[in-house]
C-alpha cells in the first residue's frame, strides 16, 4: 500500500497523515544546481569531496563510531566509556590514513561526536601543538615518533595551561619552574590553589603526561612562562609521586571529557623536558629568550584555527535540521497557501529571515575556514624552515607572519563560535517544542558548543587582543606615515577616509560584492580612528578602547570570510553555481554586517539612513525569497548523512513524524509503564485521608474528652 494509501512505515491511518516526506521530496526535485558540484565549492577540491564522502560512509558504517538517538540519553560514566572506546578506535584509523584523510576524519568527529574529537584533539593538538610550537625538533621527534604519542599510542598527552585563578592572563599564570644548577633539573612546583592547573581535558583519568606553562625561574629571576612537559602517570598508568590529580566533576556539556585539575609538589623533571625551540636554558643556567613572547603561546593557534572550521560543519548542521524541519511542518493557514492547506513554516517570510541566513553563514564560513587553514600550516612550516636554517632574516619575517596569523585567528575564533552558538540556538527556537526535545540534537549540540566562545582565548578578551593592534596601527599611518602589513595593511589608506564624507549612496550599489568589502573596511578605518582619539584622552589605556576593540574585531572577521568567499566564486571552475553562491554572500553581509552593526555604518557616515533601512527592510527579505527555492540544494550540498544530523526531524528522507516519534519510542519503549519511583507517587495519591492520619485525634469526640 503506498503513502497515499494512509500506511506510513508499517502504520494504517483512519484518515490522510502529514506528508512532510512529499513535501521535501517535491523541493529536492526542483533545486537549480548539482549539490555534488557545490560540494566541491565548500569543501573546496574535488578530491576533498571525494574524501569527505568516503569518511562520511566510513562512519556511517563503523559499528562503534556510529552515532544514533541513544546518544542523547548516556549518562556522563557512559559517555566517558563511549569516547575511550571510540578513540581506540579511531587509534586504528590513525596508523593507516594518510594526514589529510586524517585530518579530515577528526574534522568530522568534532561534528558527529564533539567530547570523542576534543578528547583525541588535547592530546594530537594541544600537547603535541604545544611541543611543536616550542620544542626542537628533536624533542618534536621524540614525543611525537619514539614515545609515539602522534599514534595514539605509548603515552597520552594533556595540556596544562589553565589555572584556578589564571585563564585569559597566560602571562600571570603562577605554577613555577624553577632551574637547579646542582642536578640540572627543574623543580615544577604549585605554590597556592590558586595556582592549581584547572579543566585540563585527560588530566583527570587518560593523560600519562602534560605540557605545562609555568614561569621560569633561574637564580632568583623570574623569565615569564614557559612550557615544560611533565610526566603525570609512570607505565603502569599510576599517578606519579608528587602529583596530585582530581576530577573537575559534571560540565554545562562535554562529560565524555575527564576534565581535571593538578597539583605539582615540588615535581623534578630534567632540564631536556623544557621546550627549548626558542626559549633555551643551558647547563650553566644561561637563559636565551625567543624574539617573541607570544611565540610560547603558537599551541594555541591550531585549536582557534579547528573552531573556525567546526564553525562552518557546526552551522551547517543545525541550519539543515532546522531548514529540512521548515519545509516539512505545516502551520496555520495562509492566503500564500492557496490550496487551503496548512503553510510550511518556510514560506513565511519571518521564518525565511529567521533561518535563511544561517545557510549564508555556514557557505561564507566555509571559505574563511579553508583560507585560515592553509595560512596557519604556511606560516608554521616558514618558521621551523627558518629556525632549522638559523636563519635570523627569515625568522623574523615569519615572526611578523605569526603576529598577522594572531590577529586572524583571533578575531575569526571569536566571531564564528559567536555566531555560531546563536545560530544553535536561534535554530532550536524555530523548530519549537520538538526543537527543545534532546533527540533532535540541540540541547546537546548547545551545551557542547559554547564552551568555544571560552576556551583557548575568552572571545571578549581575543577580541581585545584584535583591537588593540588595528588601533595603534591607525595611530602609526596617521602620526608617522608607517606602513602596515600583514592582517592591518588596509590601515595605509587611513588618511584618505580620515574624514566624515559619506560612502555609499544606495543599497544596490553597497550590496555589490566588492563595495561591501570597501564599506567594511572603511568603517573598520574610521572605528580605529575613533578609538585612537579615546585613547588618547585616556593617556594611552587601552582599557578605555574596550567597545571598539570588540567592533573592529568582529568587523575583522567579516571582512577575512567574505572576502575569501567572494574570491573563492571568482576562481570557482563551475561558473553555473556563482549566481547562487553570490545571492548567500549578499545575505551574509547584509544579515550580519549591515543590520547588525547599523549603528556604526550611520554613526561613521559609511551610508545614510534610508540605505540602512532598505537594506534591512527590503533587501534582506528579497534575496531570503530568492534563495528560499533551493534551500534543500543548498543543505543538501553539505552532503550530511543521517547519522552526522542525527536528529530524527531532519534526516534525509523527510519523514519528520514516524522518524522521531519511532526514536522516542525506541529509547523510552511504551510497554515500560512504571518507574523506578512509581511506588512513591502512588503513596501519596493513595494516601488516606486527612483525619484518619491524625488518628482522631481532632474529632468531635476527642475534643469532648479533652474539654472535659
Not at 64 to 78: I, N, P, R
Not at 535 to 549: C, H, I, M, R, T
Not at 682 to 707: N, P, Q
Request: with cysteine; glycine share 8%.
Amino acid at each position: 500500500m503506498a503513502d497515499t494509501d494512509n500506511q506510513v512505515s508499517g502504520f494504517v491511518d483512519s484518515t490522510p497523515a502529514p506528508n512532510p516526506k512529499a513535501l521535501l521530496a517535491a523541493e529536492r526535485a526542483q533545486g537549480q544546481f548539482d549539490p555534488n558540484k557545490m560540494h566541491i565549492f565548500l569543501e573546496e577540491t574535488a578530491a576533498k569531496s571525494r574524501l569527505f564522502k568516503r569518511l562520511v560512509q566510513s562512519f556511517d558504517r563503523d559499528a562503534v563510531l556510529l552515532t544514533s538517538g541513544k546518544y542523547y540519553d548516556l549518562t556522563k560514566e557512559q559517555q566517558r566509556e563511549n569516547t575511550a572506546v571510540r578513540i581506540a578506535r579511531l587509534a586504528q584509523y590513525i596508523e593507516i590514513e594518510d594526514e589529510q584523510s586524517w585530518h579530515t576524519r577528526v574534522s568530522l568527529m568534532s561534528v558527529l561526536d564533539p567530547q570523542t574529537g576534543t578528547r583525541i584533539g588535547v592530546n594530537l593538538g594541544l600537547f603535541l601543538g604545544c611541543v611543536r610550537g616550542n620544542g626542537t625538533f628533536e624533542q618534536l621527534k621524540y614525543w611525537s615518533k619514539q614515545r609515539e604519542i602522534g599514534t595514539l599510542k605509548g603515552a597520552y598527552g594533556c595540556f596544562g595551561m589553565t589555572e584556578l585563578a589564571h585563564g585569559s592572563n597566560v602571562a600571570g599564570l603562577e605554577t613555577t619552574a624553577t632551574f637547579d644548577k646542582e642536578t640540572d633539573e627543574f623543580i615544577i612546583n604549585t605554590p597556592h590553589i590558586g595556582a592549581t592547573k584547572w579543566w585540563i581535558g585527560g588530566a583527570a583519568h587518560s593523560a600519562s603526561h602534560c605540557s605545562v606553562y609555568a614561569r621560569l625561574i633561574v637564580d632568583g629571576k623570574d623569565y615569564g612562562v614557559k612550557t615544560f612537559v611533565v610526566p603525570l602517570r609512570d607505565a603502569d598508568h599510576n599517578v606519579m609521586p608528587g602529583v596530585t590529580v582530581g576530577d573537575i566533576g559534571a560540565k554545562m556539556g562535554r562529560d565524555g571529557i575527564d576534565n581535571g585539575w593538578i597539583q605539582f609538589s615540588s615535581v623534578r623533571v630534567p632540564r631536556f623536558f623544557m621546550l627549548q625551540k626558542f626559549c633555551k636554558v643551558s647547563r650553566e643556567g644561561e637563559v636565551d629568550l625567543p624574539p617573541l613572547e607570544q611565540l610560547a603561546y603558537s599551541a594555541l593557534l591550531g585549536g582557534r584555527v579547528s573552531m573556525v572550521m567546526d564553525s562552518y560543519r557546526w552551522t551547517a548542521r543545525f541550519a539543515t535540521i532546522a531548514l529540512r524541519f521548515a519545509i516539512g511542518r505545516r502551520q496555520f493557514k495562509s492566503a500564500s497557501q492557496g490550496d487551503g492547506t496548512e503553510t510550511q513554516l518556510l514560506n513565511y517570510p519571518l521564518h525565511q529571515r529567521r533561518l535563511i541566513p544561517f545557510l549564508a553563514q555556514a557557505y561564507v564560513f566555509s571559505a574563511g575556514s579553508w583560507k585560515l587553514e592553509h595560512t596557519i600550516k604556511k606560516t608554521l612550516d616558514d618558521l621551523d624552515a627558518a629556525v632549522a636554517a638559523g636563519d635570523m632574516g627569515k625568522v623574523m619575517k615569519s615572526v611578523t607572519e605569526m603576529k598577522s596569523l594572531f590577529i586572524d585567528s583571533a578575531a575569526l575564533k571569536s566571531t564564528s563560535t559567536w555566531l555560531t552558538a546563536d545560530a544553535i540556538d536561534q535554530c532550536r527556537q524555530a523548530c519549537g517544542g520538538l526543537g527543545y526535545s534532546s533527540y533532535n540534537g540541540f540541547g546537546r549540540g548547545y551545551a557542547d558548543w559554547v564552551v568555544q566562545c571560552t576556551w583557548e582565548g575568552d572571545n571578549s578578551i581575543l577580541a581585545m587582543s584584535v583591537g588593540k593592534p588595528l588601533i595603534r596601527s591607525a595611530v602609526e599611518v596617521l602620526k608617522d606615515g608607517k606602513k602596515q602589513k600583514g592582517a592591518v595593511a588596509f590601515l595605509n589608506d587611513a588618511k584618505q577616509w580620515a574624514n566624515d564624507k559619506l560612502v555609499f549612496n544606495s543599497a544596490e550599489e553597497l550590496l555589490d560584492p566588492q563595495n561591501t568589502l570597501k564599506a567594511i573596511q572603511v568603517l573598520m578605518t574610521r572605528v580605529a580612528l575613533n578609538g585612537a582619539e579615546v585613547l588618547k584622552e585616556n593617556n594611552g589605556n587601552f582599557d578605555a578602547v574596550g567597545a571598539p576593540s570588540l567592533v573592529l574585531s568582529k568587523l575583522h572577521a567579516h571582512y577575512y570570510h567574505l572576502n575569501e568567499f567572494y574570491r573563492r566564486i571568482e576562481a570557482n571552475e563551475h561558473k553555473e553555481l556563482n549566481s547562487h553562491l553570490v545571492l548567500l554572500g549578499k545575505l551574509h553581509a547584509a544579515s550580519f554586517v549591515i543590520e547588525k552593526f547599523g549603528g556604526d555604518f550611520l554613526g561613521n557616515n559609511i551610508v545614510p539612513p534610508a540605505v540602512l533601512n532598505e537594506v534591512v527592510n527590503k533587501k534582506i527579505p528579497e534575496l531570503c525569497k530568492q534563495i528560499r527555492p533551493n534551500v534543500v540544494a543548498y543543505t543538501d550540498s553539505f552532503m550530511y548523512s543521517d547519522t552526522f544530523i542525527n536528529a530524527p526531524i531532519a534526516r534525509y528522507d523527510g519523514n519528520i513524524y514516524e522518524n522521531y516519534f519511532d526514536t522516542v519510542k525506541k529509547s523510552n519503549p511504551p510497554e515500560n509503564t512504571k518507574a523506578p519511583y512509581s511506588a512513591a507517587f502512588e503513596a501519596f495519591l493513595g494516601r488516606s485521608s486527612l483525619d484518619v492520619r491524625d488518628g482522631g485525634d481532632k474529632s468531635a469526640a476527642t475534643a469532648a474528652i479533652l474539654s472535659k
